[in-house]
């Protein structure tokens, strides 16, 4: 089971920090991934980090503004978010997959958090 949550409300050029929590399984067994679906748009890739956290990916627009960690240990996955933008305005969701490699289809994953809404005024 995993549970999302720190979104909120933010103004453009502003930061915040998602977190997910994840329960049951081994953790450190699965990829896990960031995902978001902006109102009348399709679920994007957003990050994607290795299991031990030594391999990460972003989807362009994001890179140089967010960061994706994770710790094992606590069983979380962290998306740390700077500079948003209004176009960043969306539902974020983390994921997990059963699998080595790191992939970007939302089909790929296996478990789905709850999702958590941040929302960017300009």
């Known amino acids: 089971q995993l549970q999302a949550y720190g979104g909120g409300l933010v103004q453009a050029g502003g930061s915040l920090r998602l977190s997910c929590a994840a329960s049951?399984?081994?953790?450190?067994?699965?990829?896990m991934g960031w995902f978001r679906q902006a109102p009348g748009k399709e679920r994007e890739f957003v990050a994607v980090?290795?299991?031990?956290?030594?391999?990460?990916s972003y989807k362009d627009s994001v890179k140089g503004r967010f960061t994706i960690s994770r710790d094992n240990a606590k069983k979380t996955v962290s998306l740390q978010m700077t500079s948003l933008k209004p176009e960043d305005t969306a539902v974020y969701y983390c994921a997990a997959d059963l699998n080595l490699l790191l992939r970007f289809a939302p089909r790929e994953y296996d478990y789905w958090g709850q999702g958590t809404l941040v929302t960017v005024s300009s």
């Open positions: 980090i290795s299991r031990s956290g030594s391999s990460t």
């Open positions: 049951g399984g081994t953790f450190s067994n699965y990829v």
